[in-house]
């Protein structure tokens, strides 16, 4: 079932005052925003002067009662404090890692109604709005980019005990001021995976099925399983493949679940040809293919080597200006000439790391 929906807050007037929890005031301007569970305004730290259009600031606001900014604050505050992101970075010899910052939260109260706030960093428009104006694809070279970039903040926020459960291109947002940074946003579906280092265990409850944005989320989830770093990754492979492709199998039935399920079943179990067919011209998905091949073969509680994933999506375009043109097409569309033709899966002994190697016949 899709997240649950909530009910959007009244709005409150321009140039309202809010006081966190750390006695810090804040200033709210125009919304921006309109989410699933509440509105997002233009926020400044200029308490006395109205709020500029190009402030770094914004501030999300819900009913108190509701769920999901809780459940993102709780997120930031336990796994995403500024000190501990730096650190990690540093250990991982990273410069970007792309998580908002979080500036503050409390809880506000207007014409006696009861208000849960949080400010975090402005950032810019959202890749789906970008994919939607290039015709529904990316460059190949883009999206592996992309798969990259989400590896880093997917290993931050697992060593973290925590998954993100929904993945998807709107939760992807360019940076502000800097475009070709990208951020994995929205934490309200964020799970805590492994409190205190106890993995929970695998249990299927089809009263919870099929949990999630339909297109992506992960068989596990389709069975009622709490999330894990596997459904989180498989998530992500999805997400790839959309991008590249600008379809996926079960486009065409998204609103029955259990079709979906049974169609992400059958891709999974047929990789890589299920996923290396659908290639277009000159842009094979054979990247694509063994990253969730890799995907597959991970035990529910396993922790993934996200260095040996960012190996299967490296290539050419990694470095420079993020490229977010339309890919350029030569002709129709059709399946690629090259194909996975033998596959041989290897499991090493030694950090009990999958390598997968394949060897590409031409037809």
């Known amino acids: 079932m899709p997240p649950k929906k909530y009910t959007l807050p009244s709005e409150l007037p321009d140039g309202w005052i809010l006081t966190d929890s750390e006695k810090k005031k804040w200033r709210i301007g ?24 190009d402030t770094d ?7 108190h009662e509701n769920g999901p900014l809780f459940s993102e604050l709780k997120f930031y505050q336990r796994a995403a404090k500024p000190d501990t992101m730096n650190k990690w970075k540093k250990s991982k010899c990273l410069e970007f890692l792309g998580i908002p910052t979080y500036g503050g939260s409390g ?15 402005r950032l810019g428009t959202d890749l789906q709005k970008v994919i939607e104006e290039n015709g529904g694809q990316l460059r190949k ?16 926020i697992h060593d973290n005990e925590y998954v ?48 999630g944005t339909i297109e992506y989320t992960s068989i596990d989830a389709h069975k009622g399983v709490v999330p894990s770093r596997r459904g989180d990754l498989e998530e992500l492979g999805y997400c790839l493949l959309h991008w590249q492709c600008g379809t996926l199998p079960w486009r065409s039935f998204l609103r029955n679940p259990a079709e979906v399920q049974d169609s992400k079943a059958k891709l999974m179990s047929n990789l890589p040809d299920s996923v290396t067919s659908m290639s277009t011209s000159g842009s ?34 990694l470095q420079g200006p993020l490229d977010l043109s339309r890919p350029r097409t030569s002709g129709t569309s059709r399946p690629a000439t090259q194909r996975i033709g033998l596959l041989a899966v290897l499991e090493v002994k030694r950090s009990e790391i999958w390598e997968i190697y394949t060897v590409v016949t031409i037809l």
């Not at 125009?30 to 109205?50: E, M, N, Q, T």
């Not at 929205?186 to 929970?200: A, E, I, M, T, V």
């Open 30 to 53: 125009k919304i921006i925003g309109r989410g699933g569970f509440g509105l997002i305004y233009l926020a400044s730290g200029d308490v006395h002067v109205p709020v500029r259009d």
């Open 57 to 63: 600031f914004v501030i999300k606001v819900e009913y």
């Open 107 to 121: 809880l506000s109260e207007y014409k006696e109604t009861r208000y849960r706030f949080m400010v975090m960093d």
């Open 141 to 156: 070279p883009t999206v592996l980019r992309l798969g990259v970039v989400m590896l880093d903040v997917l290993e931050y």
């Open 164 to 211: 993100h459960a929904d993945i998807k291109a709107a939760n992807l947002l360019l940076g502000h001021q800097d475009p070709n940074k990208v951020y994995l946003a929205d934490y309200g579906l964020s799970y805590r995976y492994c409190p205190n280092g106890q993995h929970k265990e695998y249990k299927e409850n089809p009263k919870k099925g099929h949990n």
């Open 284 to 317: 094979s998905t054979e990247e694509i293919a063994r990253f969730l091949l890799y995907v597959k073969g991970l035990s529910y509680n396993e922790k993934p080597d996200y260095q040996f994933l960012k190996k299967v999506l490296s290539g050419p375009g």
